[in-house]
């Protein structure tokens, strides 16, 4: 496995050269860890403000061909792009884990999440309707044209490396929008490689961009930038409200998926089984780092003794250790993701 692993980094690394990424290289690296052994797995560039005006600049100027596309047209590109990361899906499943940790199973299972709203929107991209609207005076004629906005700059996390990506990059490409994406800089070879089989994909060089490193100087750049016109954030609410502010400069829309309240509820009627399970999955799933995780489990009293013992019992039998090991369901991490909704 671990030769495969090495070879995944290899292929991957052969790859960065011809992704269309600003400025080639930044004079510094980062490196990318495997957490669940600490082994370093790669170097990416280090990038900064400038490598992301670079990135806008690239973005701008490809969105004036992007947006003069039918929506027919860049519907085949993104249904190609689709068909390529499920070809790729055990690659991309083996990087999942390899750099975000996540159990192998759960790795393959966001693949094909992840791709299936690449498929959603290469579908939508041919339905993004206008409106006729009844007028109030017999000699007019009202209608709404939908059009592109223009630039996007989407920041993603760690949890979800492909589909926070493909979540956001889907609808903006399918409605004729370019794209800058700076993902965690714990996880940026999945954006890297989802990158790479967009360009495959025959999708032109510009139109999805990927910029990764000091991320303060990134996240100012996107939002000081008077090319980028929307910013969409999955992540913390501390952040959400600096990017709120930081976008009211140049009047950007924004879509923020912030922290939420979650608590899991059991009551005295409940199917002991099937209430541990619901638990289990809500709480533990991809080690509790999911936007919907449980923060805290409320049960009625009548039930109480009964399920903390089996949630307890449960809990120890959960299997812990390296992602690429069978069974495992929780995995060891030497590499501490904290701080990995900072942008």
Not at 130 to 154: C, H, M
Not at 278 to 307: H, M, P, W
Not at 334 to 340: I, R
Request: hydrophobic share 45%; proline share 5%.
């Amino acid at each position: 496995m671990t030769v495969a692993r090495l070879a995944l980094c290899k292929i991957l690394s052969s790859h960065l050269p011809r992704l269309h990424l600003p400025s080639a290289f930044a004079s510094a690296s980062r490196q990318v860890n495997n957490p669940a052994t600490g082994e370093i797995i790669a170097d990416v560039p280090f990038m900064g403000r400038q490598e992301t005006n670079d990135a806008i600049s690239s973005a701008y100027q490809a969105f004036h061909s992007w947006s003069k596309l039918t929506a027919a047209e860049r519907s085949k590109y993104l249904r190609k792009w689709y068909d390529l990361l499920m070809s790729h899906k055990e690659e991309l499943g083996q990087l999942i884990t390899l750099e975000q940790g996540k159990p192998l199973k759960e790795a393959l299972g966001e693949v094909g999440y992840g791709a299936s709203f690449i498929e959603f929107f290469a579908e939508e991209a041919k339905r993004v309707y206008g409106d006729i609207i009844p007028a109030t005076l017999n000699d007019r004629r009202l209608f709404v044209l939908k059009q592109p906005v223009g630039v996007v700059g989407a920041i993603t996390p760690w949890n979800f490396p492909l589909a926070m990506i493909t979540r956001k990059v889907g609808p903006a490409l399918a409605c004729g929008c370019t794209v800058v994406v700076k993902p965690s800089e714990l996880t940026p070879l999945t954006a890297l490689a989802a990158a790479e089989l967009a360009l495959q994909a025959g999708i032109p060089p510009g139109v999805l961009n990927v910029v990764m490193g000091n991320a303060p100087e990134i996240g100012d750049a996107l939002l000081s930038s008077s090319q980028v016109r929307k910013i969409t954030f999955t992540g913390s609410t501390a952040v959400g409200k600096k990017l709120m502010a930081g976008a009211a400069g140049t009047v950007k829309r924004l879509s923020l998926e912030l922290g939420g309240n979650a608590p899991c509820i059991v009551f005295d009627d409940a199917d002991l089984d099937v209430a541990v399970k619901g638990t289990l999955a809500a709480k533990f799933r991809n080690s509790g780092q999911t936007c919907v995780c449980a923060n805290r489990v409320l049960v009625q009293d009548g039930i109480y003794e009964k399920f903390a013992e089996a949630f307890s019992k449960a809990v120890q039998n959960l299997q812990v250790g390296d992602g690429f090991t069978e069974g495992v369901v929780q995995v060891v991490r030497l590499v501490m993701h904290a701080g990995s909704y900072s942008y």
